[in-house]
């Protein structure tokens, strides 16, 4: 029967094992806020919902597609980028309003109201919809996007869900 060899440390190797252990130790306890602190905001993804004031109804004329253009700044991690948008406003008698998105909804093209031919026109794919958004020919699947809307004192509000 052999013996099996025992290992032993010696003074000086076990000293510096304990002082790699905490060396180690510290550098973690240390070293991973740094790290947390570095990367998070790469790592955080920012989500914009919020009402965004198009100025008061009465400036809006009756029945007719008016845009109205504003821009958001997306943070992603270090990366600003600054997206423009334009809502379409057709108020109707009263406080009724609608509010549509001027992106197609077939592949993401950009419409415009064409007052000769009271359309909205996509140059894409020669896409149309009325005057209230609903498809009237061409490939789009569904009417334009349309976004929630309130008054407020007057004041025009949109529900804009970004990023
Ligand atoms: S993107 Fe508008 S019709 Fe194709």
Redesign the pocket.
């Known amino acids: 029967m052999t013996k099996k060899p025992r290992y032993r440390l010696s003074r000086r190797e076990f000293v510096n094992s304990v002082l790699v252990f905490l060396g180690s130790l510290m550098g973690g306890v240390i070293g991973l806020p740094v790290i947390g602190y570095v990367i998070s905001p790469a790592l955080k993804r920012q989500r914009s919902d919020e009402w965004v004031s198009l100025g008061p109804l009465e400036s809006y004329p009756l029945d007719e597609p008016t845009p109205f253009t504003f821009t958001r700044t997306k943070v992603y991690g270090w990366e600003r980028t600054t997206n423009s948008y334009v809502v379409y406003v057709l108020r109707r008698v009263g406080e009724q309003v609608i509010a549509m998105s001027n992106v ?6 950009r ?1 415009k109201w064409r007052e000769d031919l009271q359309q909205f026109a ?6 149309f919809f009325d005057i209230e958004g609903n498809v009237i020919s ?3 699947p569904r009417p334009l996007d349309r976004y929630e809307t309130k008054i407020e004192d007057g004041i025009l509000f949109i529900h804009f869900v970004g990023g």
């Open positions: 197609c909804t077939h592949l993401g093209c419409v996509c140059p894409c794919h020669d896409g061409g490939p789009p």
